[in-house]
């Protein structure tokens, strides 16, 4: 290919925060590209530009940038230098000789540095690549493998490659926030039967895998990420975070089990009259944890929905207290409700966006919901 490029056009496509990790900006470029003949080639092209630590600063394409003391590094897409799988993912070529049979490929999502997911599309029909550091994809594919041993509804691997790729069968089933956009009614209460029976299930050996904390243990971190979002909400924002610790403290958050760690509706699968669970996908997070802090993810996902697309989920204030009243009488309510505030407080950063769409007003909204758990768990003091 050419010898010499010029970039002719560029704008942020996204911007990735981890306070205390670095930033992450990623820009979509329109770049000539001059061949050795001079003729001029132009295309789109991706590149990333980061202040996080980069372990492998040997990375083929990656440059580091210096200025006044301040380091960035910059690579193309799909040469991350922390996901050495990220290129073979993104190969059509690459994946069909890894599955042997003819794929296509199509990017789903990619967070620069930290992971990406491929929809895989052949003959045997839809499955999904998922990339990360090496060892977390080491560790993912323990997980799916513990839970297919169990009889536990997950999409089982059908491909591992120590470079960091992993890939698994299409869950069964429709995403849970499709059923709860078109309203659960009188099938509430026996989904959430259902979801107690897939909780249930979780194999007992998940138990000694990685403790990760939960939302509410981390409530100093997201609050400091709200307010980082919201500066004129800083004492809200501080306000929920202190009254977080305070009911963790006084409240009950029952015994140590298997937990899914990131159960909310993106995750859960179920059947199109979302009568039952058809299964569960990301299992990253599967180990040791409290049952509360499942159904806190449960609920403080499904309670910012309306303020996410209020047009998409009209339905929400009906169902979720049907939810909330049954999971208050399966564990402790006060630890439920404060812990379900801590998952809203985690999840008010991440309503803000770079493409120039409005998002205050969702922000807002998840705060003041914050507030409501938190107002609730009290009251169950």
Same mark, same amino acid.
């Given at each position: 290919?050419?010898?010499?490029? /010029? ?7 996204? !911007? ?17 590209? !001059? ?5 001029? /080639? ?6 990333? $530009? ?8 040997? =990375? ?27 290129? %073979? ?29 491929? *929809? ?5 029909? +839809? ?9 977390? /994809? ?6 799916? =493998? ?20 992993? /890939? ?5 089933? !429709? ?64 306000? !929920? ?5 305070? %009911? ?17 509706? $993106? ?61 208050? *009488? ?17 999840? %008010?950063?991440?309503?803000?966006? +770079? ?7 969702? $922000? ?18």
């Amino acid at each position: 290919m050419g010898q010499l490029a /010029v970039i002719r056009g560029w704008k942020v496509h996204s !911007i990735h925060h981890r306070p205390g990790a670095g930033v992450t900006v990623g820009y979509a470029l329109t770049v000539d590209r !001059i061949l050795d003949d001079g003729e001029h /080639v132009r295309g789109e092209e991706y590149m990333c $530009a980061s202040t996080a630590h980069i372990s492998h600063p040997n =990375t083929p394409g990656l440059v580091r940038l210096t200025s006044r003391g301040a380091t960035a590094w910059v690579w193309r897409y799909p040469g991350d230098p922390e996901l050495p799988a990220l290129h %073979i993912a993104c190969s059509p070529r690459e994946m069909s000789a890894l599955l042997g049979t003819p794929v296509s490929v199509e990017l789903m999502s990619y967070r620069p540095t930290r992971r990406a997911v491929v *929809r895989v599309r052949g003959a045997n029909g +839809v499955s999904y690549g998922k990339v990360a550091r090496p060892p977390q /994809v080491d560790s993912l594919a323990k997980r799916h =493998t513990m839970l297919t041993r169990a009889g536990v509804s997950s999409p089982g691997v059908l491909l591992h490659d120590s470079r960091g790729l992993l /890939v698994i069968e299409s869950a069964v089933g !429709i995403p849970l926030s499709n059923a709860i956009s078109h309203g659960l009614k009188n099938r509430a209460s026996a989904l959430l039967f259902s979801l107690t029976e897939l909780l249930d299930s979780l194999p007992m050996e998940a138990v000694g895998l990685t403790h990760r904390p939960a939302w509410a243990d981390r409530c100093e971190h997201y609050a400091h990420a709200a307010a980082t979002a919201l500066p004129d909400e800083r004492p809200r924002c501080e306000t !929920i975070s202190r009254g977080i610790r305070d %009911i963790l403290a006084r409240s009950d958050s029952g015994p140590i089990q298997p937990v899914h760690g990131d159960f909310y509706e $993106a995750n859960i699968f179920v059947s199109p009259d979302a009568s039952h669970v058809t299964g569960v996908i990301d299992v990253d997070s599967l180990g040791p944890g409290h049952r509360v802090d499942d159904w806190a993810c449960l609920l403080g996902h499904m309670s910012v929905l309306p303020h996410l697309a209020p047009q998409s989920y009209p339905h929400v204030e009906a169902d979720l207290p049907v939810w909330r009243d049954m999971c208050e *009488r399966m564990v402790d309510p006060a630890a439920l409700c404060v812990r379900t505030a801590g998952v809203v407080l985690s999840l %008010i950063a991440g309503a803000k966006r +770079v493409d120039g769409r409005e998002w205050h007003h969702d $922000a807002l909204g998840r705060l003041a919901t914050a507030e409501s758990w938190l107002e609730r768990a009290y009251g169950h003091l």
